[in-house]
Nanobody, 122 residues
Framework: QVQLAESGGGLVQAGGSLRLSCAAS????????MGWFRQAPGKGRELVAR????????SYLDSVTGRFTISRDNAKNTVYLQMDSLKPEDTAVYYC???????????????WGQGTQVSVSS
């Protein structure tokens, strides 16, 4: 059974940092795109950051470019999201995701994590 387990969420003040981790189990994802989505109350789920299987290609939502960094450790089957200079508008539930194809939207996700809450106070 494939599982994506997120950790690292919490409450932080504006300008602070958090590091999210997503540990995969049940299969290896070293060849697959992985990424992070977020969903704020009353809003749709949006792709925040994506990383290719090798880690050589990354992409980001415009509003987080320069503040967030996605990375992965294929030996540990884990993907990370380093979030710096956090803003109140970053408050959302963050979901880890993996795709057996190209990860470009929620429709292309094959596996989802359960989500972790990130709250940024002003």
């Amino acid at each position: 059974q494939v599982q994506l387990a997120e950790s690292g969420g919490g409450l932080v003040q504006a300008g602070g940092s958090l590091r999210l981790s997503c540990a995969a189990s049940g299969r290896t994802f070293r060849r697959d795109d992985m990424g992070w989505f977020r969903q704020a109350p009353g809003k749709g789920r949006e792709l925040v950051a994506r990383i290719s299987g090798s880690g050589g290609s990354t992409s980001y939502l415009d509003s987080v470019t320069g503040r967030f960094t996605i990375s992965r450790d294929n030996a540990k089957n884990t993907v990370y999201l380093q979030m710096d200079s956090l803003k109140p508008e970053d408050t959302a539930v963050y979901y880890c995701a993996a795709s057996i194809g190209v990860l470009i939207s929620a429709k292309s996700v094959t596996y989802w994590g359960q989500g972790t809450q990130v709250s940024v106070s002003s």
